[in-house]
């Protein structure tokens, strides 16, 4: 494996293990045990510590590691209503047959989503969660919407990951909010869609504080996916 595709895998899992919340803010992560844990040297590790720190899912203190971030209660906020914008401005310029499409499409993935939460498998769920409501922008029809929304997917991964527990205990309400949004997507009544999306938003992605104990909070950009 060359040093580029070494730092590349470790770029993917250490950013994974911190949207997923293996690394939680305030954990401070060292390159040699990054570089023992995922079997390659500490040359791709520190390659990739920098392309996170980048992206502001950690600060790098020399000698000492990497720290950890989380997202502020305003970023968290900033994310809902960027969704919110997106996800209801795709489904009101969605055309009647492409929201027919994309409403049997989401219905399919309900049924998924049922089957995830009755199995218990949590990333299951969010994986089915993310791409539900990406699909709302997909109706749209619009690649710049679509684009800026993708931008947004690791924040929300880590928003979600982080409610873990309390994403859990409200599985079933959550799936009964996805009928109605999808329903709502079906015969296109636009501003009962926005607000089932608000609550449905204010309730399913604001955990309770995802900030790192140190205080210290960096935006990511969260265009760089690799």
């Not at 928003?159 to 859990?168: N, Q, T």
Request: hydrophobic content about 40%; overall charge negative.
């Amino acid at each position: 494996m060359d040093q580029t595709s070494a730092a590349e895998r470790a770029y993917r899992a250490i950013r994974d293990g911190i949207l997923e919340g293996t690394y939680r803010p305030g954990d401070m992560l060292g390159e040699a045990a990054l570089a023992g844990t995922l079997g390659v040297s500490r040359t791709p590790v520190r390659a990739a510590l920098g392309r996170l720190q980048d992206e502001g899912w950690i600060v790098i203190y020399p000698k000492r590691g990497a720290l950890v971030q989380g997202l502020s209660a305003r970023q968290a906020a900033e994310h809902a209503d960027a969704r919110l914008v997106l996800e209801t401005t795709s489904v009101g310029r969605a055309d009647p047959d492409r929201r027919s499409e994309f409403a049997d499409l989401l219905d399919a993935s309900i049924a998924e989503q049922v089957a995830a939460f009755e199995a218990g498998d949590v990333r299951r769920f969010i994986d089915l969660t993310l791409a539900f409501h990406r699909g709302f922008v997909e109706a749209g029809g619009n690649a710049v919407l679509l684009e800026l929304y993708d931008r947004l997917a690791d924040r929300h991964r880590h928003l979600l990951f982080a409610g873990g527990d309390r994403l859990l205990t409200r599985c079933a309400e959550i799936i009964d909010e996805h009928r109605t949004l999808t329903a709502r997507l079906r015969d296109g009544e636009t501003d009962a869609f926005a607000a089932a999306l608000s609550g449905h938003i204010s309730e399913t992605g604001q955990p309770a504080s995802t900030e790192p104990p140190f205080g210290r909070v960096f935006t990511p950009a969260f265009g760089t996916r690799g």
